[in-house]
């Protein structure tokens, strides 16, 4: 079993290798290397996410120490089920985002600048999830960070992404700092970095409680938990749009692996108010994240924007996981859990394919606002189709892959009542009125966005005269479209690869494949009262539909009826007189804009006998990013001025500041000793 276990963790490493030995030589050789770069990805990934599969279906683990890393410990590598999952989800996301780079132009994408980094981002990923001591871990996390950020700044000559990149980078510095922390009080006075020792030490209450807050700062702030997602609507729409796919599909469910890690397998048994910070910041991020997508105006960050909700549905499917396994509910735990790790696989399929057709519509118009776009599903009819497949899946619409994660969480919530907690009885029912308002919100967000998007007439010459992308991309994007069909209708199929990790972490398994009516029935608890059967829901839909069409076609008359259109009052056939992203979010803008955002919205009126046309003028804050991001730099800006002024200073003066200091000191020796 152990040799058997190992042989595809000896196949995934081959392929890390690979990644890395690209990225080596294409940095050596530059441009007479380039063309090696996606291929190589391509197959690497394919191995990799096979392995990763292979390693999820088996039971044993595989364990390597490597003489590298600190003396004593030197590099432990671990493949598991939980690391075999996210490996899959990074691997297939690679696949996909690699396959795209084949139909990038060189001379218009900006590849050369990209290619020796993408081989090594995804060589870090990679190596994150094996890691198994802190030391390496830290590392490779740090690794990732700084091969994402070369290629956010790519574009290093647009001031948008050296800006981008600056928050970035100081973001993942802060979270990296978080987690060096909350390692070094795991690992306590002895000094065991390695995860087995800090998985055998016993926590008392205050470090267990401490370094939990410093990995939800420190992975939290890389996933886009609010309120440090500030980098993430900055970050993704500077990057390139496959690399984009990557951050927001895929480098956030490595920060949720990390969560994971910690939360679940390092820190011991939970208590129940573990689960706290889960479910109150991933109920708040999950409806402001829409809340920022329905206000914004820009496609790439209007996904950024909704990667965040998303997000906020994984922390509190994971939030409830910790609240029924600390209260013994360990059914309800298993749902819970499952509901997160699924909706993280789910969202690395459909937020990738959203981000990779919101590059083709980049790529073929050179606009990404929606004020520039429209018309688009008559020019790029392939494109859209797979755009809105992926729209429905994230809106959470059956028998797409993201109903299917949403309604086993849904069912862990509706469980809530049992808690024997007050305060988590309390808190349930109230984190799914925000599941179900940030669910609304979602399929408003997304039927906004594809309407104004593909939908309508051209508002702009260049969707007028756009194409549809390269087979290379139409490709990627068809991979991650017939993969989330797939998890929509066969998800019962994909849960029992979960089993090993809702027993280790939840304590309890689901119901196996095929215990509700058919084989393909996805029960929560039990058949009687908790059932899902995708396959039998799509046919039924699909015969209902065909159904309906003869019905209408065989009863009504065959003879075709034209009649004008209902013009609304604006019979003049131009682009001005549809509707626009802003005005769709207009009702939704003054419901949740003024306290939210403090939208105001003004009418700039021209006076009698002036000819230019009247605007609406709306202004709106960012409330968290001036309390949390902006006041801060001020300080520290206005801070800094201040002190300039000690460079200035004479001897007499220094000498007058040492002496100061060293009173000071013996001071604080005295009055602490």
Aim: proline fraction near 6%.
């Amino acid at each position: 079993m152990m040799v058997a276990a190992q042989v595809p963790a000896l196949a995934l490493f081959v392929t890390i290798a690979a990644y890395a030995l690209t990225a080596l030589v294409i940095a050596i050789f530059h441009r007479r290397a380039l063309a090696v770069a996606y291929p190589v990805c391509i197959a690497a990934a394919a191995v990799a996410s096979v392995a990763d599969l292979v390693a999820l279906a088996s039971v044993a683990d595989a364990h390597f120490t490597l003489p590298l890393g600190l003396p004593t410990i030197g590099l432990r590598l671990r493949l598991d089920a939980l690391s075999a999952l996210f490996g899959l989800i990074v691997n297939v996301g690679v696949l996909a985002a690699s396959i795209y780079g084949l139909g990038l132009d060189r001379d218009h994408d900006l590849s050369p600048r990209i290619e020796p980094i993408f081989p090594a981002f995804a060589a870090a990923m990679n190596l994150v999830l094996v890691a198994d001591d802190a030391f390496s871990f830290l590392f490779f996390w740090e690794l990732m960070s700084l091969s994402s950020w070369a290629l956010v700044v790519a574009r290093h000559d647009d001031p948008a992404s050296r800006h981008a990149g600056h928050v970035y980078l100081v973001m993942a510095a802060i979270g990296t700092a978080a987690l060096l922390f909350a390692f070094g009080g795991l690992a306590g006075p002895a000094g065991d970095y390695s995860f087995a020792g800090i998985r055998a030490a016993s926590h008392t209450s205050i470090v267990s409680g401490v370094a939990l807050t410093l990995v939800l700062i420190g992975a939290g702030s890389k996933a886009g938990l609010a309120p440090l997602h500030a980098w993430l609507p900055l970050a993704h729409p500077a990057a390139p749009s496959h690399v984009s796919a990557l951050m927001s599909g895929v480098m956030t469910k490595v920060a949720i692996y990390a969560v994971i890690r910690v939360v679940f397998d390092l820190l011991g048994a939970p208590e129940w108010w573990w689960s706290l910070p889960f479910l109150i910041l991933g109920a708040i991020t999950a409806v402001l994240g829409l809340l920022y997508a329905l206000l914004d105006n820009d496609l790439k960050r209007v996904l950024a924007y909704s990667t965040v909700e998303n997000i906020g549905i994984i922390f509190v499917g994971l939030g409830l996981a910790l609240a029924f396994r600390s209260t013994g509910l360990v059914a309800s735990a298993a749902v819970a859990l499952a509901a997160a790790l699924l909706h993280a696989l789910n969202h690395s399929w459909f937020k990738s394919l959203l981000f990779l057709g919101a590059g083709a519509v980049l790529h073929a118009t050179g606009r990404r606002d929606f004020d520039g776009l429209g018309g688009l599903i008559h020019k790029m009819p392939k494109t859209a189709a797979f755009w809105l497949v992926g729209a429905m899946s994230i809106s959470a619409l059956p028998p797409f892959n993201g109903f299917v994660s949403e309604w086993l969480l849904f069912q862990a919530v509706l469980t809530g009542p049992s808690f024997p907690e007050p305060v988590l009885r309390f808190l349930s029912p109230a984190v799914g009125a925000m599941l179900a308002l940030a669910a609304a919100l979602a399929a408003a967000c997304f039927v906004r966005a594809y309407g104004i998007v593909f939908l309508g007439r051209p508002r702009d010459p260049a969707a007028a005269n756009a194409h549809d992308a390269p087979r290379a991309q139409l490709v990627a994007m068809a991979i991650l479209a017939g993969l989330c069909l797939f998890g929509g209708l066969f998800g019962a199929l994909i849960v029992p690869l979960l089993q090993p990790m809702l027993v280790a972490f939840a304590g309890a398994a689901m119901p196996a494949a095929g215990a509700g009516p058919t084989p393909f029935s996805l029960v929560a608890f039990s058949a009687e009262r908790s059932t899902y059967d995708a396959p039998t829901i799509a046919a039924f839909l699909l015969t209902s539909g065909f159904l309906t069409t003869w019905l209408v076609h065989r009863v009504s008359s065959r003879r075709t009826r034209r009649a004008p259109a209902w013009d609304c009052g604006f019979p003049e056939p131009s682009p001005l007189t549809q509707y626009t992203a802003s005005s769709f979010s207009q009702p939704l803008r003054r419901v949740y804009g003024g306290f939210a955002f403090g939208a105001v919205e003004r009418v700039d009126m021209p006076a009698p006998g002036d000819s230019r046309p009247a605007r609406l003028i709306v202004t709106q804050r960012d409330y968290i990013w001036d309390a949390l991001y902006a006041a801060p730099a001020r300080a520290v800006l206005a801070l800094s001025l201040r002190l300039n002024m000690l460079q200035f200073l004479t001897i007499r003066n220094y000498l007058v500041l040492m002496f100061s200091a060293l009173i000071i000191l013996l001071l604080i020796a005295a009055a602490w000793f």
